[in-house]
């Protein structure tokens, strides 16, 4: 459990906190909550239901929780306001890699995904990664956020993610060893 008093939130209390297998429903809420608003300039509601359901499916949660996956969750004032998922020991990445991370769009320039990604690198360095891989979507405003984070774009790829969609990404990477 992390507890910050972040002066760029509108809370003193924001804590981060490990999520249980049986809390997962709280990381599919919230990304019910997050992703209209976050692509729907980016993606047709079609393809938005078709990933939503795909990837946030408790059963596809668990079978993430149950390999290498760390789902985490960032609270204000005891409410979930985002959620993180890494996947450490990445075969294809050589390293973690930041699967999800979401903040609810009211509390987005908060300081809430700051803290987050930063809770993301510190956890990396503990356990050992040497880099931390995402993929972000090209037309995603958070690319900003990731550069400015130190994040650098490594790649762009189209990934085939079936039903004749795709997830049109940058590969981006920040190494994790000082």
Known sequence: MVKSNSKNSSSSNM???????????LVQELAYRIWPSTYSEILSQEQMSYMLNWMY????LEKSYVSNHCFF??????????????????PEMNGMKLQKIYVLPEKQGLGFGKTLLNFAIDFGKK???????????RY???????QYAGLEIIDEQDFDIGNGY????????????S
């Open 15 to 25: 804590e981060i906190r490990p999520l249980e297998k049986d809390e997962l429903n």
């Open 57 to 60: 499916s408790i059963e596809t």
């Open 73 to 90: 969750a960032i609270f204000d004032e005891n409410q979930a306001v985002g959620f993180l998922d890494v996947e450490l020991n990445c």
């Open 127 to 137: 356990q050992g990664m040497h880099q931390l891989t995402l993929q972000v979507n």
């Open 140 to 146: 995603n405003k958070a690319v900003d956020f990731y």
């Open 166 to 177: 795709f997830m049109n990404d940058f590969v981006m990477q920040k190494s994790l060893v």
